[in-house]
Nanobody, 119 residues
Framework: QVQLVESGGGDVQPGGSLRLSCAAS????????MAWYRQALGKERVLVAD???????HYAESAKGRFTISRDNAKNTVYLQMNSLRPEDTAVYYC?????????????WGQGTQVTVSS
């Protein structure tokens, strides 16, 4: 059974920081591209950042320079360090694991963790 369990969300003031974690089980973690998405109330889910199996990273424009995605394959965990948080970063943040090649096409989601940026 595949599980992606996010943690680290919460309430923070503008300018503050949070570190999200996503612990994966039931997948070959190192074979998956890992990503963080977010969905604000009433809006579509959008990509925040992803990190490939080779540790190449990609960020949404809104995250560049403020957020850092990283992975620890030994711990089957992906992280999202979020600095200089803004009210518009308020959303539910979801962890995503994707593996796509000639033989496999799989994708899994976590349950999400709420991040609220407010003074």
């Amino acid at each position: 059974q595949v599980q992606l369990v996010e943690s680290g969300g919460g309430d923070v003031q503008p300018g503050g920081s949070l570190r999200l974690s996503c612990a994966a089980s039931g997948i070959i973690f190192s074979d998956n591209t890992m990503a963080w998405y977010r969905q604000a109330l009433g809006k579509e889910r959008v990509l925040v950042a992803d990190i490939t199996t080779g540790a190449n990273t990609h960020y949404a424009e809104s995250a560049k320079g403020r957020f850092t995605i990283s992975r620890d394959n030994a711990k089957n965990t992906v992280y999202l360090q979020m600095n200089s948080l803004r009210p518009e970063d308020t959303a539910v943040y979801y962890c995503n694991a994707a593996r796509r090649n000639f033989f496999t096409n799989s994708e899994y989601w976590g349950q999400g963790t709420q991040v609220t940026v407010s003074s």
